[in-house]
């Protein structure tokens, strides 16, 4: 397995876990995924952590599926599919049932994978620069796992409008349609975002939160589970599809796609 992928550090009873597959704009793949969800668990079972903050290095929080992944996947078969989809929904469960709280601190553009990562968070921070997006149906693939956690989020209508067009909007407009919690300066963001963990920290018990948490999970994705397979099954055939064989290799290939 690749090295140094995610970051991880401790202080003041908060766990920073940092992307840091810089070179390829910490795009998701399974190595990242895996890397990223056990130090999540790592930080879970920590005594000494009461808030979690999830950043990335470089420019890009993540821009998703990096080349490579996206080759592979059109070798994949059904079952090996299926299988990478269930770790992806292992990554955004682990961050949603978590008993710590999860700050998502989004410093560059959070596009496709990157932008589930983030939206699965419990506080999202973003710089106005940002730029979000679900861009898989321009690439003929399907946004399931996140439309999971985003119809929870904002409403049909916006939901609709930002899966089905795969256009990138900014976080002004992330922050208008209640994906994200706050947009704050490039300077001033790891300020403030520490600032709002070490709040955390200081004025609220670790089981009052955990526990709150659990409240608005419970009553606010009732149905979470069964949806999550469904769209794991959605995730796998899909990527057996032509449309998705034809927009992958338009994309690797940098052809446009005519659909």
Known sequence: MAEHLVLYEVKDRIATITLNR????NALNPDLVEQLTNNLLIAEEDNDVKVIIL???GAVFSAGADLAYLQQLQQNSYEENLADSNQLKKLFTTIC???KIVIAQVEGHAIAGGCGLATVCDIIFAVPEANFGY???KLGFVPAIVSCFLLRKTSETIAKKILLTGELFS???ALAY???TFVTKAEEINQKTNEFALSLCNNASSNSLM???QLINQTTYTLLEKTLDMAVQINARVRESDDFKKGVASFLNKEKINW
């Open 178 to 180: 209640n994906l994200i």
């Open 55 to 57: 950043k990335a290095n």
């Open 22 to 25: 810089v070179e390829k704009r």
């Open 135 to 137: 861009t898989e149906v």
């Open 171 to 173: 976080a002004e407009q």
């Open 211 to 213: 526990i709150t948490k």
């Open 97 to 99: 049932y978590s008993p």
